[in-house]
């Protein structure tokens, strides 16, 4: 299962919840035990996503939050603020797994298990699949949906006397500060690729304790190979103790992704075209001679110091290597748009971070037209060198990548937003 | 022959290939990319060398499969021989490439 199809299993089933009525009174114990792991469920959410990481952290102080500035904490604080309830003992796997006859026990049964397993689907990806701006604020666009429900739930479980109730403000300003997340989430969170993140361990190979690369078992992987590779190629922190320097994309990274990613826009076209989609084929047939190009720019530049790029090669090995017992299958069309938008993220970050190199570091430098050494060669500093004209190319062509549709069904997702923003709360003169 | 100056001018062969043909042959680009990424990874020369220039993609990939094969005969260690015999695997599927393009046309 994707992420996304558990997130959409969670909403049915606080669909059903929003139009159930209060559970059964000796059903109350079992529905406590099943709401608190559907706020430990949150919380993880929360941390997943990265609250206690962020730089820009509120102050402890601040009674209410920006929900622009701190939009994941602004949830949290509504999860915390619930009432606790008596969640009783028991332990999550006998809480979550038991079948029950109430059908209102049923669905928070369902809520809490699928709220967990989208997590683990997230926290078993590459974060470089689903950590994009765009797709962190479509994630949270489902989360805010998910506690401005809860937070209606919980109202009617106050009324109802199973767990105590806050005042109608403090439901009042929750709901407020969820569907504020919630609407900007829909400006924002443009990019539903994360849709398709999905737990698989076993895909990823972790080299000296680094980074990891995917692993392609299947056609699917490719757009998150893709995704690893455009986060390879950005500068970072050497992992070989062997070689204390921070790790740059250079010329053997350049010429590797160049001859890699012709030879996988042929493949990934060829699925295009066998999937019904001439113009995904297309458009991973554009950009190979913006590659040829990229390759070609490089015949004249030598590097101050050359570069190993252990990840870049690996990572661009491992998926052309993997293309030859592949050609042959079958891809889904929201794959394949998945797989376009992937290969136009990596095109920005090939062009962006080899443009700075050549460019802006001056790591990379043209020869002389006699000589390959550095022996009279001098740093781009040119805007029309070759080099720096195929980047840009590069960079550019990610833009044109089309939008993802029908990745996954969020149909439920849309439904529970529009019920949970209509449903009135009582509020007292 | 030399084995520097075989490599010498298989690095330059490629080179100009890359430079010359491919953008107007794109159907070559991926093997003989592939090749000159092998060579390039373990030699730079120290200039092109004048004479690997302005032959056209036919006889440039003729005359690289020539020299990589006789690299690959007379190296000596096995990782060595393996990478060549590999580029000349590569330089004959552009050329293979290149054969079924030419009778494709009229």
Known sequence: ????????AASAALLGLLDDAAPAPDSADAVLALRHQVHLALLERVELMGASRHLDQ??????????????????????????????????????????????SVELWRGVARHLALANAELRGAPPETWLQRPQTWYLLGDLATTVESLVVLEE??????????????????????????????????????SDLAYQSPADFLAVGGGPRIQLIRRPEDYARAQRALAGFMRPRNSFDPNQAETERPGLLAARTIGQGQVRLAEVFATWADRGGEPDLASSFRARIPLYVELHRSTMRLVELQPTRSPLVVAQQSEMVQRARTLIGA????????????STGILSVSVGKALRREGKHRQHLLVRDEER?????????????????????????????????????????????????????????? | MNRT???????????????????TRLDLASPVMAAFNLIAEHHVPDRLLGDASGLGAAEALDRANTVAFALAMSADGLEEKLRLLRTGALINDAQRRLASTSQGKP
């Open chain 1, 156 to 193: 009617r479980l106050g009324r109802a006397g199973v767990i105590p109730q806050m005042s109608q403000n403090a439901y009042l300003h929750h709901r407020l500060a969820a569907g504020d997340v919630s609407r900007i989430a829909g400006w924002l969170g443009t990019d539903s690729s």
């Open chain 1, 58 to 103: 509120p102050k402890r102080s601040t009674w209410q939050l920006d929900t622009v500035r701190h939009p994941l904490h602004s949830l949290e604080r509504i999860v915390r603020a619930l009432p606790a309830g008596e969640s009783g003992d028991a332990q999550p796997s006998a809480v979550l797994a038991a079948g029950a006859a109430d059908p």
């Open chain 1, 1 to 8: 299962m994707t992420y996304g199809e558990e997130q959409e």
């Open chain 1, 372 to 429: 390959l050494d550095l022996k009279g060669a001098r740093p781009i500093n040119n805007s029309r060198d070759p080099f720096v004209v195929a980047c840009r190319a590069l960079l550019q062509s990610g833009a044109t990548s089309s939008s993802l549709r029908g990745v996954t069904p969020t149909n439920r997702r849309r439904r529970l937003g529009e019920q949970v923003r209509s449903m009135a709360l009582d509020l007292k003169p």
């Open chain 1, 330 to 341: 079958r891809m889904t069309s929201a794959s394949l748009q998945d797989l376009e938008r």
């Open chain 2, 5 to 23: 100056h075989g490599y010498d001018l298989l690095y330059s062969l490629l080179a100009f290939i890359c430079e010359e043909d491919l953008t």
